[in-house]
């Protein structure tokens, strides 16, 4: 891999493709974890399952 290089990240299934074709792995994050990303943090979820909660 070089500086600068363009690289596809797939958390869920624990593998970065980089621009050869190569594909490197590393253990996949957990669902809850995956959550909190898509989510952009801790606070945004929280405050969105809160505001479920409360139907606010």
């Given at each position: 891999?070089?500086?600068g290089?363009?690289?596809?990240?797939?958390?869920?299934?624990g593998?970065?493709?980089?621009?050869?074709?190569?594909v490197?792995r590393?253990?996949?994050?957990p669902?809850n974890?995956?959550?909190?990303?898509e989510?952009?943090?801790?606070v945004?979820?929280?405050k969105?399952?809160?505001?479920?909660?409360?139907?606010?």
């Amino acid at each position: 891999m070089k500086a600068g290089e363009t690289v596809d990240l797939d958390m869920a299934r624990g593998e970065i493709r980089l621009q050869d074709g190569s594909v490197m792995r590393f253990k996949a994050l957990p669902p809850n974890v995956l959550e909190i990303l898509e989510a952009g943090g801790l606070v945004p979820k929280l405050k969105k399952e809160l505001a479920l909660k409360t139907g606010t």
